[in-house]
């Protein structure tokens, strides 16, 4: 069965560094999605990208977040400069036709 | 707004016991609706969905989930839990088209005695 990879499975990086968030989504899906959650809260959408584009992006997704599809087939998530708050776990999705499916996320720690 | 309310934070039931879980939700049209489950340190699983049709759906592991339209709700049940069941589950509303994302519950956690 087709899945949602995403590497790396935990990353430990120091404040004020730059991460990047890899994900391969379902090859032949066509949104794609990051969402968020911070231990013991609900997943929160942070961006979805149509079309080798941004379509929606929630408040937490500023300046210091960044989105691209590099080779058609990954899908990544930059954080320019980390920050304590930005410690969650991250979860990529992709959506076909219906329900989006989800990776087994990246537990980003910022120390 | 759309939102999602699981009112349940904790839920602990025994084992063989019935289990139902419970969603409301506020959406301007007409949704899609998910149950994810979420094992401890896993990503999210989808349990089952709803898109329209039988507003009764069967999902795996056993779990099922009912649609009533009239009271914005989308319950989530199993008749008999097994104690592998323990985790939390995470009911989401999406569009029913396009890109929108999906909007979830804060989430109910399940514990299973034995």
């Known amino acids: 069965e087709p899945e949602v990879t995403q590497t790396p499975s935990h990353q430990v990086t120091q404040m004020g560094q730059e991460v990047i968030l890899r994900c391969v989504p379902i090859?032949?899906?066509?949104?794609f999605y990051w969402y968020r959650q911070i231990l013991g809260q609900k997943v929160e959408f942070l961006v979805s990208f149509y079309n080798n584009e941004i379509s929606e992006k929630s408040e937490i997704f500023d300046d210091q977040f960044s989105v691209e599809r590099p080779d058609g087939s990954n899908f990544t998530l930059k954080i320019r400069s980390t920050k304590l708050e930005d410690s969650a776990m991250y979860f990529c999705?992709?959506?076909?036709?219906?329900?989006?499916?989800f990776g087994q996320g990246t537990r980003l720690t910022v120390v | 707004a759309q939102s999602v309310t699981q009112p349940d934070i904790h839920i602990t039931v025994s084992e063989g016991a019935s289990l139902e879980l419970r969603c409301n939700y506020s959406?301007?049209?007409?949704?899609?609706l998910f149950w994810y489950v979420q094992s401890p340190g896993q990503g999210l699983q989808l349990l089952l969905k709803?898109?329209?049709?039988?507003?009764l759906v069967q999902g795996i592991k056993g779990f099922e989930a009912e649609f009533k339209r009239s009271q914005s709700s989308f319950n989530l049940r199993k008749p008999s839990v097994h104690w592998s069941d323990a985790a939390e589950y995470f009911c989401a509303v999406g569009p029913s088209g396009g890109y929108n994302k999906l909007i979830f519950g804060a989430g109910t956690r399940l514990a299973v005695h034995p």
């Open positions: 999705a992709s959506r076909g036709a219906t329900e989006a499916f």
């Open positions: 959406y301007g049209a007409t949704p899609y």
């Open positions: 709803y898109f329209s049709g039988d507003t």
């Open positions: 090859s032949n899906h066509l949104y």
